[in-house]
């Protein structure tokens, strides 16, 4: 065949691992500003940065701390064990004499070391009533008073108390306040369908938390926050604020609602670039079978390019022969079936100016035409929650401040 086989290779810039040629680049800058949006989306309530999922697979350390010196004065993080962990590693960091920012961890099942959850001063959920026994035999084994949030199951059908059954919720925890073991110091809830803005399912949501409330509050509870809203709520219903919002997806400057609005117009800056070096790039003629199972021939004399990334790093294996990539400033998709650790881009013929360890660029923030965590989404049926937390550990996380200078 005619086309020229590259004579170059391209040198690594700064920030980039010696032992793995794919990275993933948080912006911690973007993270704050995103924290901004959130806060003046919902001037009269405190934020809560929730961080579950390694922070949604950006980093549990570094993004806490940026949220936080934006104005965060919360912290979320849903199963015990990464509340335990961002306790401690927020703790080392600290100056002595710091104060501690609040953090409320909601996940954990019967014998859970909840012990270990009072002695680093985390809030605590209860759901039901063995819950709020485990937690006050916790207080009463270490002398402590444990902070929790009772909450209600106002139409998610997931966790919480169903509202006839939240009374015996409120009384168990009252009890066990009584006695010293607990204090109630929240009421809480998650809406199922913010995202849709005219979807009723909201209002009603709304009434059911507001009445469950005035229920707890009628039998003697005092809460210091009432909290329902995620990042669709903050963003999109203003009635569901009350005390405290909790933004997960929007912290990450991804849009919870992408039907209704960009990340763009909600005025959020996505914080994660994912991208790698090119590890191979070679000429192919045409009618060259790719990948397992050849499910993409070439058509047309080209050049191929090999990514190191697969879903053995969270690449969605159903992007076969359709996940966006762009190199050079120009857009491809993934020809082939998606493989553990690699995937193959068909660059055409302008791939004769494309070297090895050029940066090919799976998502970010969809500057000059980039392929972003949503269209990901759009191409496998999912949301931009999943793409972005599905991302493995071992692809190294860079953070840049908010001068866009990078460190490992």
Not at 15 to 42: E, K, T
Not at 161 to 169: H, K, N, S, V
Not at 250 to 271: C, E, K, M
Not at 318 to 332: C, H, L
């Amino acid at each position: 065949m005619s086309l020229p086989v590259p004579a170059r290779s391209a040198a690594p810039s700064p920030g980039w691992s010696a032992a793995h040629p794919a990275r993933a680049v948080v912006d911690l800058g973007a993270i704050g500003h995103n924290v901004g949006v959130l806060r003046a989306a919902a001037p009269g309530a405190e934020l809560m940065a929730v961080v579950k999922a390694d922070a949604y697979g950006h980093g549990l350390l570094p993004v806490a701390r940026a949220a936080l010196a934006a104005g965060a004065t919360w912290l979320g993080a849903a199963q015990l064990a990464e509340a335990l962990e961002l306790r401690a590693g927020l703790d080392a960091g600290a100056p002595a004499g710091a104060a501690r920012p609040r953090i409320l961890t909601w996940i954990f099942a019967p014998g859970a070391p909840l012990e270990r959850a009072l002695a680093a001063d985390l809030d605590l959920s209860a759901s039901a009533p063995w819950a709020v026994a485990e937690i006050a035999a916790a207080a009463r084994a270490t002398g402590r008073t444990a902070r929790v949030h009772l909450k209600v199951d106002t139409g998610m059908g997931r966790g919480g108390a169903r509202p006839e059954a939240f009374g015996d919720l409120v009384d168990a925890a009252l009890a066990a306040q009584a006695e010293g073991a607990v204090r109630v110091v929240g009421v809480w809830s998650h809406l199922a369908c913010a995202d849709e803005p005219e979807n009723p399912a909201t209002a009603r949501q709304v009434e059911v938390f507001t009445a469950a409330v005035a229920q707890a509050e009628r039998a003697g509870a005092r809460p210091e926050v009432r909290h329902l809203a995620a990042s669709s709520g903050t963003l999109l219903h203003p009635a569901t604020h009350f005390d405290l919002v909790r933004p997960g997806i929007a912290v990450y400057g991804l849009t919870p609602a992408p039907a209704v609005a960009s990340s763009r117009t909600l005025g959020l800056r996505p914080a994660m670039r994912l991208e790698a070096r090119l590890t191979v790039v070679k000429p192919a003629p045409a009618g060259t079978p790719l990948s397992y199972g050849h499910t993409a021939v070439t058509t047309a004399d080209t050049h191929l390019g090999v990514v190191p990334l697969g879903y053995g790093d969270g690449i969605p294996r159903a992007a076969s022969d359709a996940g966006p990539v762009m190199v050079a400033g120009r857009r491809y998709h993934v020809a082939g079936r998606v493989c553990m650790d690699q995937v193959v881009v068909d660059l055409g013929p302008e791939g004769a100016d494309v070297a090895v360890g050029d940066t090919a660029v799976l998502f970010g923030d969809g500057a000059g035409g980039g392929p972003t965590a949503d269209d990901w989404a759009g191409v496998v049926g999912t949301i931009n929650y999943e793409i972005v937390t599905r991302l493995g550990c071992r692809v190294p996380r860079v953070y840049a401040g908010g001068t866009g200078s990078e460190d490992a």
